[in-house]
């Protein structure tokens, strides 16, 4: 079985344990049909001393983390160690003349620098999965506003890939429009099916919106909440459910509701198990972000039959259709608020069975772990 080397620029640690979980689940995917070594590099203000961690997810993925301290005053110098931990890294897993025949970056920067490296010293060809917003023209702070040094980076870093495999349509035309001469395919996020599943929907005389993210001001909470607050005095019977960690902002904005936190239900932070409990007992999720890539919480929400409203940026109009939810433009709030209505009065044309059979026949990982492998049996062909 062939040896192929992942190198993320994000993934879970305990500098977070959320950053980057949906690479997690697409090494989980690919190493149902090939060997993976991964190795991770992250810089973090959480710790006080160097952190190593060597696990085996599973029988062909394993997994050799490092966790450095950070150092604020002087940032560059992060970017070495990165570097230099790397390396250390690579040595421990390939000794002698072993190598990797095939590297697998996850997100552009900073481990497309390595494998740029790797490639130029080794001759090892390198693939791209981008999942990054950055390139999505609908983030003010994207790419296409960087400086000529930053652009030319990426630039050497794109076009010496093998492949690149944005999980979007929308990403892959935003990176051909960036880097014309990039190959690119299409390959999605994944859906942990063993969590994210239809049950059985219990009525209990509530309707449930439900909203599940990290609360930062990309996500647009506060506008979710004056819309249900609307939503609240016409119908009686609804309620949001907020589930992860609040922000400042979230809490002070809370604080000054009346008459109706009795229908907020905060959950904070929970485990994954625990946020696809949640969305199984909801009737609607609603994410309302000012952009986006290609959610994974929305994939989650429709495997488990749950029907969408969402803002109509970056992937998601790939996501919905008339079938399993409603697409709003983004910033519109009596939009949201039509369509939440909507939601209550025509929830019967939704059918959870065929919402989340679809979804599920899309976004399980045999699916995407066979297409991974496929891109690596076409790059592997040619050399």
């Not at 604020?72 to 690579?90: P, Q, S, T, V």
């Not at 690149?164 to 099916?193: A, G, H, M, W």
């Amino acid at each position: 079985m062939r040896d192929i080397l992942w190198i993320p620029s994000w993934y879970p640690s305990i500098h977070s344990i959320q950053n980057g979980d949906f690479i997690e689940r697409h090494a989980m995917a690919a190493s149902k049909y090939t060997n993976i070594v991964l190795i991770h590099i992250q810089s973090s203000n959480k710790i006080e001393t160097i952190l190593h961690k060597n696990s085996r997810k599973c029988e062909n993925l394993f997994e050799k983390v490092t966790i450095f301290p950070a150092v604020n005053y002087f940032r560059l110098f992060n970017f070495f160690r990165y570097f230099y931990y790397f390396n250390k890294a690579f040595k421990v897993c390939y000794l002698k003349n072993k190598k990797p025949c095939l590297i697998h970056v996850h997100v552009s920067y900073k481990a497309g620098l390595i494998a740029l490296w790797l490639k130029m010293r080794y001759g090892i060809p390198y693939i791209i999965t981008e999942h990054w917003s950055f390139f999505n023209l609908g983030n003010k702070n994207n790419y296409s506003r960087c400086n000529i040094f930053t652009k030319l980076l990426y630039r050497i870093i794109f076009n010496n890939s093998d492949y690149v495999l944005p999980v979007s349509e929308n990403l892959n035309r935003q990176l051909r429009l960036f880097f014309p001469k990039i190959i690119t395919s299409t390959i999605p996020n994944v859906v942990d099916n063993k969590l994210f599943f239809l049950k059985e929907y219990e009525d209990n005389n509530k309707f449930t919106f439900i909203h599940v993210s990290s609360f930062v001001r990309l996500k647009n909470p506060v506008s979710i909440l004056e819309t249900f607050i609307r939503l609240r005095k016409k119908y009686g019977f609804v309620e949001l459910k907020l589930v992860g960690p609040l922000t400042n902002e979230l809490m002070d904005f809370m604080g000054k509701i009346e008459g109706i936190k009795d229908a907020i239900n905060c959950t904070g932070s929970v485990s994954h198990d625990l946020v696809a409990n949640e969305l199984q007992s909801a009737n609607v999720f609603v994410l309302y972000s000012h952009y986006e890539n290609l959610p994974c919480v929305i994939a989650e929400s429709l495997c488990c039959g749950v029907p969408v409203i969402s803002s109509s940026v970056g992937g998601v109009p790939e996501m919905i259709t008339e079938e399993n939810g409603i697409l709003v433009p983004p910033g519109d709030e009596d939009a949201l608020y039509n369509a939440m209505e909507s939601m209550i009065l025509n929830y019967k044309k939704y059918d959870r069975k065929k919402i989340s059979e679809t979804a599920q026949a899309k976004y399980n990982p045999e699916v995407t772990g066979k297409q991974i492998v496929e891109v690596y049996e076409k790059v592997l062909s040619k050399k």
